[in-house]
C-alpha cells in the first residue's frame, strides 16, 4: 500500500531555513512526480512545488520561487523541500504527494507542521 | 490565474440526506483537468474524483463528480456519518501549475 511519511516540522525564526523530508513506501517512488503541498491556518489548500518523477524538472508557486528548493533521491524513496528565507506567511502544514499523469493526486502524506515565528 | 469558487462555504445536513457541492471556475477548464477531495482534520486528504467524474480508488459510489467548462459539481447521494468533511476541487493547468477551491464544509445539522 502506498505510503507517504512527512518529517521536518518544527518552529523557525523569520529569516531562517528549515528542510522537510518525505519518505516513500509501497509504490515505485521513481515512477511518480512529486510535490509539495501547504495549508495555512484557517486556509485552503495552497500547491508549492513540484519535481518531475527523475528530478529532471521542477516548478514552483511564485509565493514561494527562490525561496524554496524540491528535490528528490530516488534510490532512497525521499522527496524533500529545502525553505529559506522563510517568512510568517509560510507557517503552515506541509503535505506532500504524488501525482496522476501530472494532473491530481492520489497518494498524500498526514502532513508536517511548520510554524514561523520570533 | 484560474481561481475555483466553491459554493456553499458550509453545508448543514443530516445524514442519509443528499449534499451537492459546486465549484466554478473563473475560466474554462478542461473536463481531464477537474479533481475533488476530501479533507479530514490531522487527515491526508483523499482522492474523490478525477476526471470530472471518475471515481478514485475505493472510493463509494455514494460520491458522484459531474459538470463541464466552467461549472462542475459534487455530489454525495446518502450522506454517512464518516462523509463530514471539507471537500475541495482542484483544477490543473493554469498560472499556477494547480489551484483549489476555498473548500466547502458539510457539517452534521
Known amino acids: 500500500q502506498a505510503q507517504l511519511v512527512e518529517s521536518g516540522g518544527g518552529v523557525v525564526q523569520p529569516g531562517r531555513s528549515l528542510r522537510l523530508s518525505c519518505a516513500a513506501s509501497g509504490f515505485k517512488f521513481s515512477n511518480y512526480g512529486m510535490h509539495w503541498f501547504r495549508q495555512a491556518p484557517g486556509k485552503g489548500l495552497e500547491w508549492v512545488a513540484v519535481v518531475f518523477y527523475d528530478g529532471s524538472k521542477t516548478y514552483y508557486a511564485d509565493s514561494v520561487k527562490g525561496r524554496f528548493t524540491i528535490s528528490r533521491d530516488n534510490p532512497k524513496n525521499m522527496l524533500y523541500l529545502q525553505m529559506n528565507s522563510l517568512r510568517d506567511e509560510d507557517t503552515a502544514v506541509y503535505y506532500c504527494?504524488?501525482?496522476?499523469?501530472?494532473?491530481?493526486?492520489?497518494?498524500w502524506g498526514q502532513g508536517t507542521l511548520v510554524t514561523v515565528s520570533s | 490565474e484560474i481561481v475555483l469558487t466553491q459554493s456553499p462555504g458550509t453545508l448543514s445536513l443530516s445524514p442519509g440526506e443528499r449534499a451537492t457541492l459546486s465549484c466554478r471556475a473563473s475560466q474554462y477548464i478542461s473536463s481531464s483537468y477537474l479533481a475533488w477531495y476530501q479533507h479530514k482534520p490531522g487527515q491526508a486528504p483523499r482522492l474523490l474524483i478525477y476526471g470530472a467524474s471518475s471515481r478514485a480508488t475505493d472510493i463509494p459510489d455514494r460520491f458522484s463528480g459531474s459538470g463541464s467548462g466552467t461549472d462542475f459539481t459534487l455530489t454525495i447521494s446518502r450522506l454517512e456519518p464518516e462523509d463530514f468533511a471539507i471537500y475541495y476541487c482542484q483544477q490543473y493547468g493554469g498560472s499556477p501549475l494547480y489551484t483549489f477551491g476555498q473548500g466547502t464544509k458539510v457539517e452534521i445539522k
Open positions: 504527494a504524488r501525482d496522476i499523469n501530472s494532473c491530481y493526486f492520489d497518494c
